[in-house]
C-alpha cells in the first residue's frame, strides 16, 4: 500500500494573479549547454553499459562545468583567443564483471558530437577543451544496482505541477522561435545563445529578450540596429498568429544596446554563445526539467541532468512529479491547477516513495471527494509503472531542460 496523500489547495490560480515570472535559457546558453550535453553523456553510457554489461550500472555525470573562453567580437568577425573548457563529472563505473568501457571517450565523443549538432560556429575540436575528471563511484552507491530491487540512492524531495499558464507557454515557444530553423535561415546572425524572459502584469506581457549576434554577418552599427528590429518584427508576427489571451505584448531585445557606443554598444559574439567569452556554465543552473523556470511555482532543486535514470531520485522524481501532474490534469476533470510532490528514502524502492501527495485547486463546485478517488487511481497507476518511465529516461526520451 502506497503512502499517497490528495488535499485541496486553496490558493489563487497563477493565471490569476497580478503578476507572473517565467524565464527560459536557450540551447547556446552556457548552462543549457552543460544540462544538454552531460544528459547526453548519461544517454550514451547507459547504451553502452546494455550493450557491454547486459545492464546499466551506476553513474551521475551531473557535474559538469564549462568554463568561458575568451573573444574578441569585433563588426565583419572577430577572433577566438581561448578556447573554452569543458570539464566533466562526477562518477561512473569504468569496469564490471572483467569488462570496460570507455567512460572519458565516450564523455569526450558525446560532447563533440552534440556542439556540431546544436551550434553552429563552435568547432569542437578548436574551440573546446576536454577535462574528464569521472572518478569511479562509491561501493555502496554502486552496490544498489546488484541488488533484487533496485532502491533510490538518495533520500530527496521533488515536485511538479500541471499545466502551463499562458505565460510559461509562450516564453518556451519564444525561444524554440528564436531557435527554430526558420528564423535561422532568415537570420543567420542570430546566435544560439538566447534567453528570454516573461513578465506579465494582469493580461499584459512583456517579453525581455537576450540574442547574441555572430559579429560575421554584421556589417555595420546602423545594419545591427536595422537587423535587430526586423528580428522583433518577426517574433511580434509569430506571437500574434498564436492562440495567446493577452491584451499586450511588449518585446525588447537587448535591451543594454546603447547606438551611441559603436560597436561597444551591441551584443556581438563570435560563435554565437556567451559561454565563449563572457559566461561560463554549471549543470543545475539552467531551465527546470519542464524546460522553464517560473518564478511563481514551487520548483525542485536537484539537477536532473546527467544523473543515472535507474535509481538516482534526484532525477526519477523530478521528472516523474511533472509527468504524474500532467496525467491527473488530463484524466480528472474539474481541476484547475495540480502540484504532485514525491520525497523517497534512500535504499527504499523507487515505486514506493516516502511520501507522494497532489495538492490540486478545483474548478467552483467541485468538491475533493469527487476527484480524489480517480487522482489516487492515476498517482497509483503511475508509481507502478516508474520501471517504464525509468527507461524512457535511460533512452533520452523525456526533455530535463
Sequence with gaps: MRNITIEELRATPVTEQRVELVERKGVGHPDSICDAIMEAVSVALCREYQATFGRIVHHNIDKGMLVAGRTTPRIGGGTVDEPMRLIFGDRAIYEYKGKRVPVGEIAIATAKAWIRQNLRFVDPDRHVIYQNE?????????????????????????????????????????????????FKARFPEAGEDIKVMGFRRNHDLVLTVAL??????????????????????????????????????????????????????????????????????????????????????????????????????????????????????KRVHGLREVYVWLCSQIG??????????????LEPGVSLSDVEGPIRETMEHELAGIYTFTQRLARGELPVW
Aim: charge should be negative; glycine fraction near 8%.
Design 134 to 182: 569521472i572518478k569511479p563511484g562509491s561501493p555502496e552507491l554502486t552496490d544498489i544496482f546488484d541488488r533484487e530491487h533496485i532502491g533510490a540512492n538518495d533520500t530527496s524531495a521533488a515536485v511538479g505541477y500541471a499545466p502551463y499558464t499562458e505565460t510559461e507557454r509562450i516564453v518556451l515557444a519564444t525561444e524554440q522561435f528564436l531557435n527554430g530553423p526558420v
Design 212 to 329: 547574441a549576434f555572430v559579429d560575421r554577418f554584421v556589417e555595420s552599427v546602423n545594419h545591427y540596429f536595422a537587423r535587430k528590429e526586423e528580428m522583433r518584427a518577426a517574433l511580434a508576427d509569430f506571437i500574434q498568429s498564436s492562440a495567446y489571451s493577452f491584451e499586450s505584448v511588449r518585446i525588447d531585445i537587448n535591451t543594454l544596446d546603447d547606438p551611441s557606443r559603436g560597436q561597444d554598444g551591441m551584443y556581438l559574439t563570435v560563435l554565437g554563445t556567451s559561454a565563449e567569452g563572457g559566461d561560463g556554465g554549471q549543470v543545475g543552473r539552467g531551465n527546470k526539467v519542464n524546460q522553464v523556470i517560473a518564478l511563481n511555482r514551487p520548483m525542485s532543486t536537484e539537477a536532473a541532468a546527467g544523473k543515472n535514470p535507474i535509481s538516482h531520485v534526484g532525477k526519477i522524481y523530478n521528472l516523474l512529479s511533472h509527468h504524474m501532474a500532467l496525467e491527473i490534469y
Design 348 to 361: 527504499a524502492p523507487i515505486d514506493q516513495p516516502l511520501i507522494a501527495s497532489a495538492q490540486v485547486i
